[in-house]
């Protein structure tokens, strides 16, 4: 497997931005009145690289993986809930099926490794790399390989959507025990302290806290004995084979392939803000491309929002993941834009500008 640096993505430029301004600002209601959706018009032009930007055409990846460190109690679900969440989600009975319905957008879900084999169906791409991911206390999560065939997965679904004519991607993820993959990846990543990354994740009580922070400064505490030096000395990539989940480590490919063709995508809540900081680790310029859905009532997505200088779109005191939260916010973008492209001048519409 060769090895990605996304080379090819280019800083969003601001070329357009005074004739997007312009056009914002001649709608037919006073300066910067509809607020957050004049961010977003903005944002996704200068994206796309036009005045009349669209995203009519989205489409939902779910990246599906199951972690090894649930063996170490870390999740008060068993592992055997990443592959029966996924016949949820093809069955049409999980959150994000059933917002994904109401909005009229396709939902893919990627295998990118569930423990578990699967029957061949429309909906599901199988890109498994392995039946899961190692347990973490005791090994990397990944080899080298793996983590390159992760990579690629993700980047490679968003060839597929690209070759579709999909205009917006949205992401999202299952994968039982990823909040504790996801809190140990940003950890390090960050230099911040494991417990200030570890929340509740899909349930777990003070005492179930207390065991992923534990579990985490186990794994830290391998790593760091058998490389010799503090995790946070690593590169971003040993410290994802170290750490990550194949799900997350796709969505971070997934990202920076959208990126590399100038498709906006939108970020769903702490897993795949974890995401997010991976792959900005591989290349910075991935976070100019991504809208933030929502504020996640995950404990560590509040600093990773700073980290990025973002304004996610919602507030719902959501942390379901499955790319819930970016479906929700979905038709606030679409807003956006009908308002940019579909809504009268003042000058089209006969009306008086004010002073």
Do not use: W
């Not at 969505?251 to 809540?269: F, N, P, Q, T």
């Amino acid at each position: 497997m060769k090895s990605f640096n996304f080379s090819g993505i280019k800083p969003v430029t601001y070329d357009l931005e005074p004739s997007l301004m312009m056009k914002i600002n001649n709608k037919t209601k006073p300066l910067g009145s509809l607020g957050v959706l004049e961010e977003l018009a903005l944002k996704v032009g200068l994206i796309q690289g036009t005045e009349s930007p669209s995203v009519d055409k989205p489409k939902m990846l779910v990246f599906a993986g199951d972690n090894g460190v649930v063996n170490q109690g870390v999740s008060p679900f068993p592992q055997e809930v990443t592959s029966q969440m996924v016949f949820n989600f093809l069955s049409g009975g999980a959150a994000v099926s059933v917002f994904c319905k109401q909005h009229n957008v396709p939902l893919q879900v990627v295998d990118v490794g569930v423990n578990a084999q699967f029957e061949s169906m429309p909906l599901l791409t199988d890109r498994k790399v392995s039946m899961g991911t190692k347990d973490f206390t005791l090994s990397p999560a990944m080899s080298q390989k793996e983590f390159l065939s992760a990579l690629h997965a993700g980047a490679t679904e968003v060839d597929v959507a690209a070759e579709e004519g999909k205009n917006l991607l949205l992401f999202g993820e299952m994968g039982i025990g990823n909040t504790t993959t996801s809190a140990a990846l940003v950890s390090a990543l960050t230099q911040t302290a494991i417990a200030e990354c570890v929340g509740a994740g899909a349930g777990s009580t003070s005492e179930g806290i207390k065991r992923k922070i534990n579990v985490i400064e186990k794994a830290v505490a391998r790593i760091e004995a058998e490389r010799g030096l503090p995790i946070t000395d690593l590169p971003a990539t040993k410290i994802a084979e170290e750490l990550a989940g194949f799900e997350i480590v796709a969505m971070a490919g997934a990202m920076l392939r959208s990126a590399e063709k100038g498709i906006a995508y939108v970020v769903d809540g702490f897993i795949c803000s974890a995401a997010l900081l991976l792959a900005s680790k591989l290349n910075p310029l991935v976070a100019e491309y991504g809208i933030f859905a929502h504020e996640s009532h995950e404990k560590a997505h509040l600093s990773l929002l700073s980290h990025f200088n973002a304004k996610p779109i919602l507030s719902l005191s959501m942390r379901l993941g499955e790319g819930s939260g970016a479906i929700i916010a979905l038709p606030i973008i679409q807003s956006a834009i009908v308002f940019l492209n579909n809504m009268a001048s003042f000058e089209s519409a006969g009306v008086s500008e004010g002073l």
